[in-house]
């Protein structure tokens, strides 16, 4: 059976880490960024990495411009090296970039395909 993110995040264990799209300027003011900074102690300036009991995945710029397919990958696999770090961690990957980004799905998920297997993935990802 393989596991996915649960749709909606109320509240997460001490070795789960949310995953939210977010912007590299770290303003966390809608959406799952929103979210995050308001339940789960992500930092507004942090627009990637760990923050808090969470992972900020940038896919706006700072000027919330599109980030390119080129950024998102080097994005991708920098979340993944993080995972790899941290195997004792579980990183809940939320439908990053496909809120306020705009980005689709399809083009988002293709980003995790192959992910490290403590980086859970929304259903369909």
């Not at 308001?38 to 710029?61: I, K, R, S, W």
């Not at 700072?62 to 993944?80: I, T």
Request: glycine share 10%.
């Amino acid at each position: 059976m393989t596991m996915n993110t649960p749709d909606n995040i109320t509240t997460l264990e001490p070795n789960q880490y949310f995953v939210f799209g977010s912007n590299l300027a770290g303003h966390h003011a809608g959406g799952a960024a929103r979210y995050a900074k308001e339940h789960f102690g992500a930092e507004d300036g942090v627009g990637e990495g760990l923050t808090g009991q969470c992972y900020a995945f940038p896919t706006l710029g700072k000027k919330l411009e599109q980030r390119n397919n080129e950024q998102l990958v080097m994005s991708a696999r920098k979340l993944w090296k993080v995972a790899r770090q941290n195997p004792d961690k579980v990183f809940l990957l939320t439908k990053v970039g496909c809120g306020i980004a705009s980005y689709s799905e399809e083009s988002m998920a293709m980003l995790f395909r192959g992910a490290p297997e403590n980086i859970i993935k929304p259903k369909n990802w």
